[in-house]
Nanobody, 119 residues
Framework: QLQLVESGGGLAQPGGSLRLSCAAS????????IGWYRQAPGKQRELVAD???????NYADSVKGRFTISRDIPKNTVYLQMDSLKPEDTAVYYC?????????????WGQGIQVIVSS
């Protein structure tokens, strides 16, 4: 059974950093595309970053140069390093796993983890 468990969220000040973790079980990580999505109150869920087989990454324009997605295959874990945080980054962040052939937004989801950026 495929399961995703997020951790590492919380409160940060503008300009600060947080690192989110997505621990996967029940499947081989490298067979899937893993993405981080976020949803702010009153807004649509959006893709923040994803990583595919071979380590190919993709980022939303709003986070390029500030966020980094990475994989640890032996630990079956995906990370999202968030630097230079802005108040606009405040949202619930979700980890997603989908087969490589499946469309964006499909597949399995973690429970979500809160990130708040505020002074």
């Amino acid at each position: 059974q495929l399961q995703l468990v997020e951790s590492g969220g919380g409160l940060a000040q503008p300009g600060g950093s947080l690192r989110l973790s997505c621990a996967a079980s029940g499947f081989t990580l490298d067979r899937y595309a893993i993405g981080w999505y976020r949803q702010a109150p009153g807004k649509q869920r959006e893709l923040v970053a994803d990583v595919k087989s071979g380590g190919v990454t993709n980022y939303a324009d709003s986070v390029k140069g500030r966020f980094t997605i990475s994989r640890d295959i032996p630990k079956n874990t995906v990370y999202l390093q968030m630097d230079s945080l802005k108040p606009e980054d405040t949202a619930v962040y979700y980890c997603n796993a989908r087969p490589l052939s499946a469309p964006q937004g499909s597949g399995s989801w973690g429970q979500g983890i809160q990130v708040i950026v505020s002074s």
